[in-house]
């Protein structure tokens, strides 16, 4: 037990300077940092949220949402369709989990079902199975109608796209607000998390985050006003709008001239006259071509503006915008115009979100948790190292050593792998300091057992470690089942926490029997050349 | 002179305490902590934090000297919001201020926030905002119960594979007294209990079930070292012989605990307070629950003969 082959003293020592090496720029001043080699990694330890500060946003979408637009559209193909081909309908709309279609002559079934099957695609299949799957499927019901329904495969396939879309736009949301490393990821079946490390206005994260920022431009509809077509009945093809500050609503033309999914650009400035803040945006060449030749159209008519179903503003059209940019003016302040152009430059959300959880944590309280944390750890390993040292005398001190390369290898380790270092994550380093020397006691109480049962030096410390070591690994190993399951159930911190337990667990294995094996077998040599009988310093 | 420091024995050796004479009036101690915890958290209950109940949490840190707690309950009290819950927390100067979850789902969580930051306004610094609606918080409970469900289970099937199953019985039972008597503590003191409380119920679990495995292991040891002694013996001495060591390693995690319970933080107190109380029960929990459940059990004590049990095998040059 206490030889050592020449290869397996290079490995450790190798093992304990690769730590050292990916620990160390951890306590460098930026100027050394900097000075190392290109060989050496330069990364330092990645903070939690609650360490460094930021938020933490967990999001959900509304899947019905994905899936409801998905209907919408698919109703309005069909009534181009059947509009296209001439044929007639009494009834049109969604029923069933799809769009159903009552036709008003049984024998124009045939062209419509022909008509309607140019819609169905397929969506994939089994290379194996040879199955074919496709979007839509059609039936004939007993009543003579057609139901067009999605096909769970194309409804899978749908949520699946549109969640990446969403987190493609929640991502081009985020990095507009020019923040640094925000992580947004996918979470279970419809969640996404948004992790924004320095960042502690939530409110501004939210106020982008929860538009859908579906923008539009409609026809304002003068045949009558909004309170006599609530009286008189809604016109067919228009309806009535809130506004934006609920001052009054509008009655606009459904049919939008052109949608906001056609803008390329869109920055906040001054009006040039009232220098009130707007948002200026450009067309890209379609977009400016329609609203060109509305605009020709409606001179001196107002339109309006439309973002999620609310009226901004509705202004009137001077002369006709030709060149494809204009802007919105809305009362703004600077800080919502700017919010408003970094949602139409990010553009619309698929599906609406709601935000489940929040955790902000301030810069200060960060950097207190920090401060607190170093201090804790720095005198709990103090106070353990004198403890050993009191306990064992040099042996003592050679755990204390190998409890020193322990806290450099767990360091260097969540260095190297980047994972995340909460404030229970030093809790939990804290924790493993202190449990880590039990290995150590376990093999010197075992040691002085031998000892006083009459066995030479070189024998006790022998069995001393042989016999100790089953119970060490028994004994972590139930430590590591509990961290497992603790970073299986948590989220953030709790996850740090057990991801500290968990690597703190195979660095002590390490350090208080492999580490302190060698420092002991050099002691033994040391102590063989000066001594005739070596007593056993513990 | 360094090289050859002699420790400083804390444990006179040949101690031998009796530790079977008390096992029937500690025993007896130990069910009725449990019950009367079980009693406590039925009574009582515990004092959810938002990240089970829902509901939002915010630490501010007054601008003008100490806080004046009063008008702070005064100024959010007007704003519909039930009644909020206003402390101090760890200095006169830092308030913690709890709102309970608000009827509406989970926009209405999400206005709370704007709505205290509407009364407060540039007065305080915002140290810290947590929200947590309706559909997490439920989320959290359950997959906080499966955890420590899910802990007690993976760690008796490891005890019971690597002994014999009445050292699965007397660990499980040790288990149970640990988290019983934590939840018991939190429910007495109505402590705030959350996510990091059960992180740490988890970490006591894996703590105790570490010494319960040590002064188990020397148990086998002895049973097979000395096959005619009683098994109370047996047990005594087994403890007695691991006592220093369970006394050195609770010492040192102790010191370590109390470190970052005093410099920690107030953040993490109430997670290093659980900690620091589970490591006791959980050291006196190996010692006198889960060693007498054998000697009330029994164990089989022929381990020689043809019948080679499973454990012996394994047990060979155990510590």
Not at chain 1, 8 to 20: E, F, H, P, V, Y
Not at chain 2, 92 to 111: F, H, K, T
């Amino acid at each position: 037990m206490l030889q050592f082959e020449r290869w397996k003293i290079w490995t450790i020592s190798l093992l304990c300077a690769l730590g050292l090496v990916y620990a160390a720029p951890n306590v460098m001043p930026q100027s050394w940092r900097e000075a190392l080699p290109s060989w050496w990694p330069k990364e330092t330890v990645n903070l939690g949220l609650d360490l460094r500060g930021g938020s933490y946003l967990l999001l959900r979408a509304d899947v019905d949402g994905l899936k409801d637009t998905w209907l919408k559209n698919l109703e309005a193909d069909v009534r181009k369709l059947l509009r296209a081909e001439k044929i007639g309908y009494s009834a049109l709309g969604r029923a069933g989990g799809g769009v159903r279609v009552r036709l008003l002559k049984p024998e124009d079934k045939d062209r419509a079902l022909t008509a309607l099957k140019t819609l169905v695609e397929q969506v994939g299949g089994s290379v194996f199975t040879g199955q074919v799957s496709y979007n839509l499927s059609i039936t004939e019901e007993s009543d003579g109608s057609i139901l067009v329904s999605p096909t769970e495969a194309a409804l899978t396939e749908r949520v699946r796209s549109g969640m990446t879309a969403l987190i493609e736009t929640v991502r081009r949301r985020i990095d507009q607000l020019g923040t640094k490393e925000p992580l947004v990821q996918r979470q279970g079946f419809d969640r996404i998390v948004v992790q924004v490390p320095g960042f502690d206005d939530p409110k501004q994260l939210k106020d982008v985050l929860d538009k859908t920022a579906k923008l539009s431009f409609h026809e304002v509809d003068l045949s009558m006003t909004p309170s006599e077509a609530r009286e008189r009945g809604v016109p067919p093809g228009s309806r009535i709008y809130p506004s934006t500050d609920g001052t009054g609503d509008y009655l606009l033309k459904e049919n939008e001239v052109v949608a906001g999914d056609e803008l390329v650009d869109a920055q906040p400035s001054f009006d040039g006259q009232t220098s009130e803040p707007v948002v200026s945006f450009r067309f890209n060449t379609s977009g400016a071509r329609k609203f060109g030749k509305f605009t020709q159209e409606h001179v001196d008519l107002p339109f309006a503006i439309v973002l999620d179903d609310k009226v901004i503003s509705a202004p009137r059209i001077i002369s006709p915008i030709l060149g494809g940019s204009g802007q919105i003016t809305g009362h703004f302040t600077v800080e919502s115009a700017n919010n408003l152009a970094i949602l139409l430059r990010s553009g619309a959300l698929p599906t609406s979100l709601t935000i489940e959880e929040e955790r902000t944590v301030g810069a200060t309280l960060g950097s207190d948790s920090i401060e607190a944390g170093r201090i804790a750890a720095l005198i709990g390993t103090l106070a353990v190292i004198f403890f050993m040292i009191l306990a064992y005398g040099t042996f003592g001190l050679f755990a204390s050593l190998a409890l020193i390369v322990n806290g450099i290898l767990l360091f260097g380790i969540m260095t190297a792998m980047q994972s995340a270092l909460t404030l229970p994550g030093i809790a939990g380093l804290v924790l493993t300091l202190g449990m880590a020397v039990d290995a150590n006691v376990l093999v010197f109480e075992r040691i002085r057992e031998e000892l006083r049962a009459g066995k030479t030096a070189i024998r006790a410390i022998e069995s001393g470690f042989s016999r100790a070591i089953v119970t060490i690994v028994d004994s972590q190993l139930t430590t590591l089942f509990a961290g497992i399951i603790m970073f299986w159930l948590g989220s953030g911190p709790i996850r740090g926490f057990a991801v500290t337990l968990s690597i703190g667990i195979f660095t002590t294995i390490f350090t208080a029997v492999t580490v302190t094996r060698l420092i002991i077998a050099v002691w033994l040599r040391w102590a063989n050349k000066r001594q005739r009988h070596i007593v056993v310093p513990i | 002179m360094l090289l050859n420091m002699k420790g400083f024995d804390f444990f006179p050796h040949d101690l031998n305490i009796d530790f079977m004479r008390v096992k029937g009036i500690c025993f007896a101690a130990s069910i009725v902590a449990i019950i009367a915890s079980i009693g406590l958290f039925l009574t009582l209950g515990l004092n959810y934090g938002i990240d089970f109940k829902g509901g939002a949490l915010i630490e501010v840190k007054t601008k003008a000297g100490p806080a004046d707690l009063g008008d702070l309950r005064q100024r959010l009290g007007g704003l519909g919001l039930g009644s909020p819950q206003v402390q101090t927390f760890g200095a006169p100067d830092d308030v913690l201020i709890r709102i309970e979850e608000q009827p509406g789902g989970e926009a209405a969580q999400q206005a709370v926030i704007a709505k205290v930051q509407g009364a407060l306004g540039d007065t305080v610094e915002y140290r810290r905002t947590e929200v947590v609606g309706p559909a997490v918080s439920s989320e959290l409970r359950e997959t906080g119960a499966i955890a420590v469900a899910c802990s007690i289970l993976a760690i008796i099937a490891y005890v019971w594979f690597r002994f014999e199953w009445q050292f699965a019985i007397g660990g499980t039972l040790a288990l149970v007294h640990d988290v019983a008597l934590t939840v018991g503590l939190f429910s007495l003191l109505q402590l705030e209990f959350d996510l990091p409380i059960v992180a740490a119920l988890l970490t006591i679990l894996g703590y105790s079930i570490n010494d319960t495995v040590v002064v188990s292991d020397r148990i086998r040891e002895n049973l097979r070292k000395y096959k005619k002694m009683p098994l109370a013996e047996v047990l005594n001495r087994s403890i007695n012989e691991t006592l220093s060591r369970t006394i050195l390693t609770g010492g040192t995690t102790l010191i370590a605990l109390i470190a970052l319970l005093i410099f920690g933080g107030e953040v993490i107190r109430n997670f290093t307070l659980a900690m620091i109380w589970g490591v006791l029960v959980g050291t006196y929990s190996s010692i006198f629950v889960a060693a007498p459940v054998l000697d009330y059990l029994g164990v089989k004590r022929d381990w020689s003969g043809g019948n080679r049990a499973k454990g012996e095998g394994v047990a060979a040059g155990k510590a």
